[in-house]
């Protein structure tokens, strides 16, 4: 037989960091995309759902937001404000998805930006980073 260890330490320095009042488990420095622009993932799954939400209405799959709220198990009001997320001016959609500038504002207060004019919306969005 072979003097193998029967057990493996494997070492992964981790950090825990708060975020939005949870623990989150930060993988190593080096291990994490180069370009995550640190968009929090809640504004990109909001967008998204705003865009899947849109497209039910446009083809019709769902008559209105509040059978998509219902299917989705979400109140009307969060449905709401989640689907203004789709009429964002496309120069923030840019900014937010492809270079991944951290918006300046919540994800609710991204919403209430969106009826303001498209060439406003980009100073508002991003006021701390432009």
Known sequence: MSNTPATLTVFIPLTVRKRN??????????MMPANDGGVDPHVL?????????RRKLDSGE????ADIAKAEDVTAAYAGRVMKLAY??????????????PPAVSVKDLAAVTVLPWTEQTSVV???HC
């Open 62 to 65: 769902a008559a209105t937001l």
């Open 126 to 128: 991003f006021e701390r």
């Open 45 to 53: 799954i909001a967008i998204a759902k705003a865009w899947s939400w």
């Open 21 to 30: 009042g949870r623990p989150k488990i930060m993988p190593p420095t080096e």
């Open 88 to 101: 964002l001016a496309p120069v923030v959609l840019e900014k937010l998805l492809i270079v991944r500038v």
